[in-house]
């Protein structure tokens, strides 16, 4: 879907043909409705907790609201590096940390760092559209690969990958695990993708936020996803976009990070200064301590995320006409309805139908089209009531 | 100043030649000496007064903690044009108000709907550093187009903007009052830059940030210096970046807003999805109350700065080789001082003979060599020590 382009005002075409995000379409429908279920968005139901909002308030009373550092402070910096050594195992460092307004914010200045104009970057689909929509913004020509199933779901075909490389390609966009499709890349599918970027010479745009939301045990590390860490050497060219949004159910904070090689130190710095000019000192105090005292917190999210996938494939998996392979990662499900074309039409329908809200599947690019995406991290209760709803009336759509 | 670039990393042109702020090489220089007075950056010595941080705190107690609306919540645009209304006397409309990471984002926000590769925008300079630095990053071309001198200080020369229009000249950016100039446009300029825009289809992108700081009596339109919304129709070509972090002291807080012709709406709030994806909800709503209840904090403000204004001039405006214009707005002295030219160097001087932080005059461009900018919207007893302690190692320089 593109903006309607407002004629009257001249304005620059990459401004002009950003496209809107589809599951606004959806929002903008049901909003409002009573009883809806708002499954549409990759949010869950706990707002903070409160010991990350007292970090805040407690920084707020000391008067911290002056300028900072255009990097992030150095406390944050330093939580980080701990934080990155205690999930991935291996030797950290501060001066590959740059705090930014969100894990979006982190994909802009990701994508300001490596491509423009005339560039090419590819990306898998069906996937987050605010890559492909960041891109556009940028100018970068986004090259969406569908991707393929295998026995497990969904599946990345390296070849077609490969074979979409051209001489103006400068990034792959990776995110695992993915959002929509909760494709999850081992530790050898890394690999081969990391051979495949430094033999073509190109940046690795990594999106881990889901990491730690991992549900197929044969993909686990550690207890989270494969990561490019688990494959990568630190000067490889591999820019890590991250929130807080997810684990630590803060999405409405806008705070994330990039990583990035420190030798981009100054030019991410200058990216920064020319777009955010920093993040609020008392945001990132309450970052530290969502880092430092928030594992228990994590683990009651990923717990919830597991039960949801739990009720979402026991009730819809089975419905005829209904293909849903179950996610390996994040915690959206992901899933088509045999005959149905026009997902924005199916979206509305169920909202209709079964007061239900999905995201449609178009939103997420080539490969999505016909599909749903529903977030099942959310209360147990809402999850099971909105898997009660839909799945009558999906199966009488794909009867 | 360019940053070094990461030449083992292929990133972008434009994120390479992002200049970097040279008011952080004086800041680098100087930070933490005892005792230094820090008057480099625009900040005053205030933190954000409680009941504003006390609007944030109920707002997180209140479980605020989720995504949100892209172009702002409906009651801070609301409150935006209820301000508007009351500052420039006349109906405004809540749809042209889009609620921004701060000042910068809205300036960011603006360049990206009107400017980009291939496209050229004048900056009358000198000039706050980040106009140029976000019109590099977007690939756009910055015109620097030196200011003049009258009687009265500095002065915009019109037919030296006009000269500088050509065939891809997409916008002017007007800020009025100026840093680090102290500059204010009557209303009769305004008309006439207006007048200009209009007869070559420019944009003008706006930043009255320090309209409320207005000292010279004969530019004050009630209360407030002249501004385009003074000579404008509201279907005008102004885009207009605004910011809480002056009037209110909120620096820190990254919140600010762009004012735009509703048409734009949609490609404004596509904008803000692919960068901030929106601002926290408990910041909107400390922002709501600094518009509702912060005019006598305003007030108090405006005062300090008005004193500083006042010990600075006495101060140095007498010494011999010292040429400074008294700023007819905004809330900086800028001045030149006989026989130097290298104001990085000059900066760095102050700072070992007299322990005082000066941003150096190069880092706002042409215009600025070998001058300082002085922020004095700072304590009173502080500025009269800078004075103190600047006045003789400046009458030595020039002497």
Not at 17 to 31: C, K, N
Not at 308 to 331: M, N
Request: proline share 7%; hydrophobic share 45%; glycine share 12%.
């Amino acid at each position: 879907m593109n903006a309607q382009l407002p004629l009257a005002y001249p304005i620059r075409p990459e401004a002009a043909q950003a496209p809107t995000s589809g599951i606004v379409d959806a929002m903008s429908y049901g909003r409002g409705r009573p009883g809806l279920i708002p499954l549409w968005v990759g949010e869950g139901h706990r707002p903070t907790p409160a010991f990350i909002g007292d970090a805040l308030r407690a920084s707020l009373a000391a008067g911290e609201t002056f300028y900072t550092w255009q990097r992030g402070i150095p406390e944050l910096r330093a939580a980080l590096a701990a934080y990155d050594e205690r999930l991935n195992g291996r030797r950290s460092d501060p001066e590959r940390f740059y705090v930014t307004m969100g894990g979006m914010h982190a994909m802009q200045t990701a994508i300001r760092l490596v491509a423009g104009p005339g560039d090419e970057v590819i990306v898998p689909t069906p996937a987050w559209p605010n890559f492909i929509g960041a891109l556009t913004v940028a100018g970068a020509t986004p090259v969406a690969v569908p991707m393929g199933h295998s026995e497990r779901g969904w599946a990345l075909d390296l070849d077609r990958v490969a074979a979409a490389i051209g001489p103006r390609t400068r990034a792959l966009v990776i995110n695992t695990p993915a959002n929509p499709t909760g494709w999850t890349a081992s530790r050898d599918e890394l690999a081969a993708i990391l051979d495949l970027a430094r033999r073509h010479g190109l940046w690795i745009v990594a999106d881990e936020i889901y990491g730690r939301f991992v549900h197929d045990p044969a993909l686990a590390v550690g207890g989270r996803a494969a990561s490019f860490k688990d494959v990568m050497a630190p000067e490889d060219r591999v820019l890590f976009v991250q929130t807080f949004s997810k684990n630590w159910a803060m999405t409405g904070w806008r705070v994330g990070w990039l990583e990035a090689p420190p030798a981009l130190g100054q030019a991410i710095e200058n990216l920064l200064q020319y777009s955010s000019s920093g993040t609020a000192t008392f945001v990132q105090r309450a970052a530290v301590t969502a880092l430092e005292d928030g594992e228990s917190f994590v683990a009651e999210q990923i717990a919830d995320a597991r039960e949801g996938r739990r009720i979402v494939h026991e009730g819809l998996a089975g419905i005829e006409g209904v293909t849903l392979a179950p996610p390996s990662g994040a915690f959206y499900a992901f899933f088509k309805v045999r005959g149905a074309h026009d997902s924005y039409a199916l979206a509305r329908r169920l909202i209709d139908e079964a007061n239900v809200g999905l995201a449609p599947g178009e939103a997420f690019g080539p490969g999505g089209e016909g599909g749903l995406r529903l977030c099942y991290a959310r209360r147990a209760e809402d999850v099971t009531e909105a898997v009660r709803r839909l799945a009558p009336v999906l199966g009488s759509l794909a009867g």
